[in-house]
């Protein structure tokens, strides 16, 4: 994995925003990271890099958001599942192919079905402020 060292939040969203304006439809980028490690804000510049203009809130009671934009994203927030076959339950993978952007937060808890063409963003916290984020290879060559 490639990777970027944040020292704000603002820097966090600066990454995200040069990321989604990249994307194209159909893409699946899986977010994992400890609590509060920036997942959230990494995915809000991403928003804005795709030019929706609603303010995007974690979906973390309602699961999926939609937003509009240059393409459709979906936000996709796992942290309140807990065992894999609510995962399957929810029917997420017929987000894959509806002609926009999948962004999935707290991806190790579907690992066993996490498409193999899908990219992977890892934050790590280093500090209060500071954020290692890993990128698989693939993404980090699209926007570096």
Not at 17 to 35: Q, S, T, Y
Not at 79 to 101: A, K, T
């Amino acid at each position: 994995m490639e990777y970027f060292i944040s020292q704000s939040a603002e820097q966090t969203a600066e990454l995200g925003r040069k990321i989604g304006a990249f994307l194209l439809p159909d893409e699946i980028i899986g977010l994992a990271g400890p609590l509060g490690a920036g997942k959230t804000t990494l995915i809000q510049g991403i928003a804005e890099g795709m030019n929706v203009k609603d303010y995007l809130t974690s979906p973390t009671f309602i699961l999926i958001n939609e937003y509009q934009g240059r393409i459709p994203l979906f936000h996709i927030d796992l942290y309140r599942i807990e065992d894999l076959s609510e995962i399957e339950d929810l029917g997420i993978e017929e987000y894959f192919s509806r002609g926009g952007v999948c962004l999935i937060e707290w991806v190790e808890r579907m690992e066993l079905l996490f498409p193999e063409r899908a990219e992977k963003i890892e934050i790590e916290r280093i500090s209060e402020n500071e954020r290692k984020i890993n990128f698989s290879p693939n993404l980090a060559f699209r926007f570096a």
